[in-house]
C-alpha cells in the first residue's frame, strides 16, 4: 500500500507541470497569433491609407476648387465690333477626337489635338467660347491643362473653369469640366449646383454641373453667361436639373446667354426624348424662363451637331434673351476633331442692355 501511494504521487506532480506547460504554450501561441494579425491589420491600413488616402484628399479639395478664373499671359485690348457678340459652343471630348473611349490613344495625340481644337477656335475669330469636357489634369490626358494651354494658344486673355468631375488615387487624377474663354473680363463667377443622377455618384467622384459668369464689355454693359453641361444618361435628370435653372435664372437680373451640351433636345427635332410623366428638359426650359433657342427650330441636317461624322441629333445649344439680343446668325460647324460639332452664333446686343 504504502508503495502503491508512494507510486501515485509523481503522476500527479508530473500532470501539474504538463498542464502549466501546455497553458504556456496555448498563451504563447495566442500572443503569436494576435501580433500576427495586429501586423496584418498595420499592413493593410498602410496599404489602404496609401491607396485611399490621395482620393480622400482630392476629393476634399474638390470643393475648394471647383471654380477659378485667371488671367492668361495673351495681351489684348477687348472691344466688340458693332456691339455684336460672336460666341462659340463646344463640347470637345476631353481632345480624343472621335474615338469611343479617352483610353484609345496616348496623351500625346490628345496634346496635339488639343492644340488642333485652339487654332480651330482662333480662326473662327469669337468673342466668347463655351467648352465641355475640358481635362484639367487627367491621367489619360497626361495631366495635360487642357484649358489653360487652348486658352493661350487661341488667344483669349480670360479664363474661367469649373469642376464636374474630380477624383483620383497614387497613380493619377481625373479632374474635368466646363470653361468660359473670353475677350472681356470674367466677373463673379460662381458653380450651378445641379442634381446628381445618383447621390452616391456624386459623392463618389462628381456629377455634371454649371458655370455662371458675368462678363464686363466696357462701354456695351454686362452680360450674364451660363456654361452647361447636363447629364447624357437620364432625361429625368435633365428635367430635374431644368428646375433647378428655372430659379438661378429667375434670381439672374439683366442680359443672360445659356450655352453647352445640354444633351436634350426639342420635341420637334430628331431623337428627341419625354420622361414617362411627358416632360421634356429642353422644352421645359424654354418654355418656363422665356429663352430663345438658336435656331427656334431644328429644320434641316446641318443644324444637327452629334455625332460630328453623321450628325443626328441638336443637343448643343446657345439660347439668349430675346428683349436683350438679336439673333444674327447660327451656324454648326463643320469639323471632327470632337464628337460633337461646333455651335458659332452671333447675338446683336440691343439698346436695354447698356
Not at 485667371?70 to 462659340?88: A, E, Q, R, Y
Not at 443622377?197 to 463618389?204: F, R, T
Not at 426624348?273 to 429663352?291: K, M, R, Y
Request: glycine fraction near 8%; hydrophobic fraction near 45%; aromatic fraction near 8%.
Amino acid at each position: 500500500m504504502r508503495l502503491s501511494q508512494h507510486h501515485s504521487l509523481f503522476p500527479q506532480d508530473g500532470m501539474t507541470e504538463s498542464t502549466e506547460t501546455i497553458d504556456q504554450i496555448v498563451e504563447a501561441s495566442q500572443t503569436a497569433t494576435i501580433r500576427r494579425r495586429f501586423r496584418r491589420l498595420m499592413v493593410v491600413g498602410l496599404l489602404l491609407g496609401i491607396l485611399l488616402g490621395p482620393y480622400l484628399f482630392y476629393r476634399a479639395n474638390s470643393f475648394q476648387e471647383r471654380v477659378r478664373v485667371f488671367k492668361t499671359d495673351v495681351s489684348s485690348t477687348p472691344h466688340l465690333n458693332g456691339d455684336v457678340i460672336d460666341l462659340m459652343v463646344w463640347n470637345i471630348a476631353h481632345g480624343r477626337g472621335v474615338a469611343s473611349s479617352n483610353w484609345e490613344e496616348g496623351s500625346t495625340g490628345k496634346a496635339h489635338r488639343v492644340m488642333e481644337i485652339a487654332a480651330f477656335i482662333r480662326s473662327m475669330n469669337a468673342d466668347v467660347v463655351v467648352l465641355n469636357e475640358v481635362d484639367f489634369s487627367a491621367m489619360w490626358s497626361g495631366g495635360f491643362d487642357q484649358a489653360a494651354a487652348i486658352a493661350e494658344a487661341a488667344g483669349f486673355p480670360y479664363c474661367a473653369r469649373q469642376v464636374n468631375l474630380d477624383f483620383g488615387f497614387i497613380i493619377g487624377r481625373f479632374q474635368f469640366g466646363n470653361v468660359i474663354l473670353s475677350r472681356f473680363p470674367i466677373t463673379n463667377a460662381s458653380v450651378i449646383d445641379l442634381p446628381a443622377l445618383s447621390p452616391w455618384e456624386d459623392w463618389l467622384v462628381g456629377c455634371k454641373r454649371g458655370l455662371m459668369g458675368e462678363l464686363d464689355l466696357g462701354s456695351s454693359g454686362k452680360v450674364n453667361l451660363a456654361a452647361l453641361h447636363l447629364e447624357h444618361r437620364s432625361e429625368a435628370c435633365r428635367v430635374d436639373s431644368v428646375g433647378v435653372l428655372i430659379n438661378r435664372f429667375q434670381e439672374t437680373r439683366g442680359p443672360l446667354i445659356v450655352a453647352g451640351d445640354l444633351n436634350t433636345t426639342p420635341r420637334t427635332a430628331p431623337y428627341s426624348i419625354e420622361t414617362p410623366d411627358g416632360e421634356n428638359a429642353f422644352d421645359l426650359l424654354v418654355d418656363s424662363t422665356g429663352l430663345q433657342p438658336a435656331p427656334l427650330q431644328v429644320l434641316n441636317i446641318d443644324q444637327l451637331t452629334f455625332p460630328a461624322w453623321a450628325p443626328e441629333r441638336a443637343i448643343d445649344w446657345v439660347l439668349y434673351r430675346p428683349e436683350f439680343f438679336q439673333l444674327e446668325s447660327h451656324q454648326v460647324l463643320r469639323s471632327q476633331l470632337s464628337d460633337h460639332r461646333p455651335v458659332m452664333v452671333r447675338l446683336k446686343i440691343k439698346a436695354a442692355t447698356k
